[in-house]
C-alpha cells in the first residue's frame, strides 16, 4: 500500500510539472511536450506554453510556444536562470542551444531557450520562406506570405515583440522562476529590452549583443553614419596593415571609383520571382552596392572580405577581370545578409517590420538625407520589404508606449563589434543612456553578433555568474585589434 501511495504522489507531481500555468488557467498553461528533433542532452525537458494569440481581442483564440530547458549542472547552484532570445526577427531560438550548453553558461544555471511565437516549434509557424529574396519587396511574395497567415488561422495582430515579452513572463510565471537573466543578439535585444518593461521584478540583469534600440527603432540615419564610419575605419586599418597594403593599395579610391561608376552605370541583375518563376531585372544602385559590402564587413568574416570584394568589382568594372552575370548575382546575393541561416521564419519579421518600424518612419525627410550622405545612403536591409507591405498587411499598430525609451537601476551588459553595420554603435548608446547600470564593451575588429567569440563569451558567462560584481574585460586586449583581411586576388 505504501508503495503504491508513493507512485500515485509521484504520478499527481508528474502531472503537476508539466501542466503549471497561472491562476488563471484560461490565460496560459504549460505542458509537457517531447524534444523530438533536437540534439538528446541529459537534464534537457521540452514544452508548450499555451497562450493568448492577440490580448487585445477578447475572443482569440490559444497559440503554442516551444520551450527547451535545460538544468544547471551543479544540482545545488543556487544561480538564477538564464533565458537566451535570439535575433531576426525570425531565428529560431532554440538554435542557441548549441551555442551556450556549455559549462560555463550552465554549471551554475538553468538555461531557457524558446522558439518566439510564430517560429520553428511553435504553433503556429508562418516561415514565409520567399521573403529570403532579392524579390521580397515584390506584391506576390508578400501576398504568398499574408496568404500563409489565412491558412493557418492566425491572427497577424498577434506576432509582435510586446506580445512575446508577455508570452516570456507568462513563461517564467508557469516555470516556478522568481526572477532569471535575459540574454539577447540583435533583435533579441528589443525583445529583452521590453520584457524588463513589462516584467521588471522578473528581471535579474541583461546581456545586450549588438542591440537595438525601442526608442528610435531602426533609425536609417544612425545606419548611414555609422557605414560610413565602418568603411573609413576598414581602409584605415588595412592601410595599417603591410599585407593588405600591398594586395590593396588605394582601396579607399578604388571604392570611390566602384561606386562612382555604379551611379553612372547602375547594375542590372537577373533575380527569379520565387512566387512566378520569371527572370525579373533587378537595379542595384551604388548605394546598394555599399549596403551588400557593408554587411559583408559587418556580418560575414567581421571585414575580413571587405577589401577582396571592393577589389574584385573595380577589377571587374576596368576590364581587368570581367565577373559573368551568374557571377554578379553570385557576388550580390550569395547570402541574405539578415539571416544567421537559410530556416529564418519571415511571417513575424514581416509584422513585426509592419507594426513596429513603418508607421513611426519619415521616409521623406530619410531618402532627402540619404541623397546628401551617398554612395552611404543606403536603406535597412528589410526597408523594401516593409513599405511595400505595409499597405497591404493589415497588421495594425504596436502601442506608442512601446516606443519609448527603457530605463531600469538593473544589472546589463552591453556589447558592440567595431565593425558592425547591421546595428550601429549610436543604437547602443541610446539603450545606454537610460540605464543607469551599464557595464559597456567595444569588441575590436568584430561586426555583429559576438556570441561566437571567445573573450565576449567568457565575459557573458562571468557576468551571469556575479551580475554586480566587477567585470574583468582584461581579454579584450588580447584580442587582434584590426581585422585579418583576405588578400588573395
Known amino acids: 500500500m505504501v508503495k503504491r501511495n508513493i507512485l500515485l504522489i509521484l504520478i499527481a507531481l508528474l502531472i503537476w510539472s508539466c501542466s503549471s500555468g497561472s491562476n488563471d488557467q484560461t490565460q496560459y498553461s504549460l505542458r509537457c511536450s517531447d524534444c523530438k528533433g533536437l540534439p538528446q542532452i541529459d537534464g534537457q525537458s521540452c514544452y508548450m506554453l499555451s497562450v493568448k494569440e492577440n490580448r487585445n481581442d477578447a475572443n482569440s483564440r490559444f497559440i503554442d510556444v516551444f520551450v527547451v530547458v535545460l538544468k544547471a549542472l551543479n544540482v545545488s547552484s543556487s544561480g538564477e536562470p538564464t533565458i537566451f532570445l535570439h535575433g531576426g526577427p525570425g531565428n529560431i531560438g532554440t538554435q542557441l542551444i548549441n551555442k551556450f550548453n556549455t559549462d560555463k553558461f550552465r554549471r551554475n544555471h538553468d538555461l531557457v531557450f524558446f522558439d518566439q511565437r510564430g517560429i520553428g516549434r511553435s504553433n ?31 491572427d497577424i495582430r498577434g506576432y509582435d515583440t510586446r506580445q512575446s515579452a508577455i508570452d516570456l513572463r507568462e513563461l517564467r510565471e508557469s516555470l516556478g522562476i522568481s526572477r532569471w537573466n535575459v540574454y539577447g543578439v540583435s533583435y533579441g535585444t528589443r525583445l529583452a529590452l521590453d520584457l524588463m518593461r513589462v516584467d521588471p521584478e522578473g528581471t535579474a540583469c541583461l546581456v545586450l549583443d549588438s542591440p537595438m534600440s525601442t526608442s528610435d527603432p531602426n533609425n536609417t540615419t544612425d545606419i548611414n553614419l555609422n557605414m560610413k564610419r565602418v568603411f573609413n575605419l576598414m581602409f584605415n586599418d588595412c592601410t595599417a596593415q603591410d599585407s593588405c597594403k600591398a594586395a590593396y593599395p588605394d582601396l579607399e579610391q578604388k571604392f570611390y571609383t566602384v561606386t562612382d561608376y555604379i551611379k553612372q552605370n547602375p547594375i542590372v541583375l537577373q533575380a527569379k520571382n520565387p512566387v512566378t518563376g520569371v527572370m525579373t531585372p533587378l537595379i542595384r544602385s ?3 552596392y555599399t549596403e551588400r559590402i557593408g554587411n559583408i564587413i559587418g556580418l560575414e568574416n567581421y571585414g575580413r572580405l571587405g577589401p577582396s570584394r571592393i577589389n574584385k568589382m573595380f577589377k571587374h568594372i576596368t576590364g581587368q577581370s570581367v565577373m559573368t552575370s551568374q557571377e554578379m548575382n553570385t ?21 513585426v517590420y509592419c507594426r513596429e518600424i513603418y508607421p513611426i518612419m519619415d521616409f521623406t525627410a530619410l531618402d532627402a538625407y540619404r541623397a546628401v550622405l551617398s554612395p ?16 497591404i498587411a493589415n497588421s495594425g499598430e504596436i502601442e506608442k508606449e512601446f516606443w519609448g525609451p527603457v530605463t531600469s537601476d538593473k544589472p546589463v551588459l552591453i556589447f558592440s563589434g567595431t565593425y558592425d553595420t547591421l546595428t550601429p554603435k549610436a543604437w547602443a548608446d541610446k539603450v545606454a543612456g537610460t540605464l543607469s547600470n551599464v557595464t559597456f564593451v567595444s569588441i575590436p575588429a568584430a561586426g555583429h553578433a559576438l556570441f561566437d567569440l571567445t573573450c565576449p563569451r567568457l565575459l557573458i558567462a562571468a557576468f551571469l555568474d556575479n551580475p554586480t560584481g566587477n567585470l574583468d574585460i582584461s581579454c579584450i586586449s588580447a584580442m587582434p585589434q584590426v581585422p585579418d583581411f583576405q588578400t588573395e586576388q
Open 331 to 351: 557576388y550580390f546575393a550569395n547570402r541574405d545578409p539578415s539571416t544567421f541561416d537559410d530556416s529564418v521564419f519571415w511571417g513575424i519579421a514581416l509584422s
Open 376 to 391: 552611404f545612403g543606403i536603406h535597412h536591409q528589410d526597408e523594401a520589404l516593409w513599405r511595400a507591405a505595409y499597405p
Open 286 to 288: 551604388s548605394d546598394d
Open 124 to 154: 503556429p509557424s508562418i516561415l514565409c520562406k520567399n521573403l529570403n529574396s532579392l524579390l521580397k519587396a515584390d506584391p506576390l511574395v508578400i501576398q504568398e506570405c499574408l496568404n500563409e497567415f489565412v491558412n493557418a488561422g492566425a
